[in-house]
């Protein structure tokens, strides 16, 4: 079975950080482009981070520029989305996708694997 599993997600206090994980099974990330997404209660999925094969190539959401960094793994097939100086308007669900190596896009109609998501709740 193909499977993407996200972890780390949690409460934080503002300015507070937390690193989110998302480990394959089933297949290896080796030539999957990462896509991590975002949807808050009532608002549409939104892409926060994305990442290519090699991790050569990095985008990140003019939202989260300067505070979040994408980084991957390929050894632990894993890719990892570290996350400081967290803000209210963070909190949401975070799903990691998988996608073709060439793709390092915010649409989420080029990602054929998800996650079941991890919910971020950044509150004081």
């Known amino acids: 079975q193909l499977q993407l599993v996200e972890s780390g997600g949690g409460l934080v206090q503002p300015g507070g950080s937390l690193r989110l994980s998302c480990a394959a099974s089933?297949?290896?990330?080796?030539?999957?482009?990462i896509g991590w997404f975002r949807q808050a209660p009532g608002k549409e999925r939104e892409g926060v981070s994305c990442?290519?094969?090699?991790?050569?190539?990095?985008n990140y959401a003019d939202s989260v520029k300067g505070r979040f960094t994408i980084s991957r793994d390929n050894a632990k097939n894993t890719v990892y989305l570290q996350m400081n100086s967290l803000k209210p308007e963070d909190t949401a669900v975070y799903y990691c996708?998988?996608?073709?190596?060439?793709?390092?896009?915010?649409?989420?109609?080029?990602?054929?694997?998800w996650g079941q998501g991890t919910q971020v709740t950044v509150s004081s």
């Open positions: 996708a998988a996608g073709p190596a060439s793709v390092c896009s915010f649409s989420t109609y080029l990602y054929a694997y």
């Open positions: 089933g297949f290896t990330l080796d030539y999957s482009s």
């Open positions: 990442i290519n094969s090699s991790g050569g190539r990095t």
